[in-house]
């Protein structure tokens, strides 16, 4: 299927933290596929969501690299995006991060990603993580399964 396909239906789209590396380091094998995304978010057809989860993962390299330029871009991008809202965490996501950490045996940073994208009222979340794909709570749409 078509990334344009999967994105039928969508309103606003979460995006987790591969998508957003993805597009920002231009990844030869994954970067047209999220310019779609992208697109749609500055034309304001999609509105998106991250978290201070995305936050941090996409920090890591950069942070370990020394790479300033890398980490502005990457906080301006998630931070303040057109058409792109940031989550931030509060009880509320961490009692229902706990709750779906428990039924699906998920790690804490995709339960935190899941609970942010659902209290942002989300219609699917954006990753290239296939074990997301068993839950049920949000649509998941997997990178690696679309096409250009």
Same mark, same amino acid.
């Given at each position: 299927?078509?990334?344009s396909?999967?994105?039928?239906?969508?309103?606003?789209l979460?995006l987790d933290t591969?998508?957003?590396?993805?597009?920002?380091?231009?990844n030869?094998?994954?970067?047209?596929?999220?310019?779609?995304?992208f @697109?749609?978010l500055?034309?304001g057809?999609?509105f998106?969501?991250t978290?201070p989860?995305t936050?941090? @993962?996409?920090?890591?390299?950069?942070?370990?690299?020394?790479? @300033?330029k890398a980490?502005?871009?990457f906080r301006?991008?998630?931070?303040g995006g057109?058409?792109?809202?940031f989550v931030?965490?509060?009880?509320?996501?961490a009692e229902q991060?706990a709750a779906?950490?428990a039924?699906?045996?998920?790690t804490?940073?995709?339960?935190?990603q899941i609970?942010?994208?659902?209290?942002a009222?989300?219609d699917?979340?954006?990753?290239?993580?296939?074990?997301?794909?068993r839950?049920?709570?949000i649509?998941i749409l997997?990178?690696?399964?679309?096409?250009?």
């Amino acid at each position: 299927m078509r990334i344009s396909e999967a994105l039928q239906g969508v309103r606003r789209l979460f995006l987790d933290t591969a998508p957003v590396i993805y597009y920002v380091e231009r990844n030869p094998t994954f970067a047209t596929r999220v310019d779609v995304v992208f @697109e749609r978010l500055d034309d304001g057809t999609l509105f998106g969501a991250t978290s201070p989860v995305t936050l941090a @993962e996409c920090l890591v390299v950069p942070c370990r690299l020394g790479a @300033e330029k890398a980490q502005q871009d990457f906080r301006e991008l998630i931070v303040g995006g057109a058409g792109i809202k940031f989550v931030p965490l509060d009880v509320a996501q961490a009692e229902q991060a706990a709750a779906l950490r428990a039924r699906y045996n998920l790690t804490l940073t995709d339960a935190f990603q899941i609970a942010a994208a659902l209290s942002a009222g989300c219609d699917a979340l954006l990753t290239n993580d296939t074990d997301l794909k068993r839950v049920r709570e949000i649509r998941i749409l997997v990178i690696g399964d679309l096409e250009d």
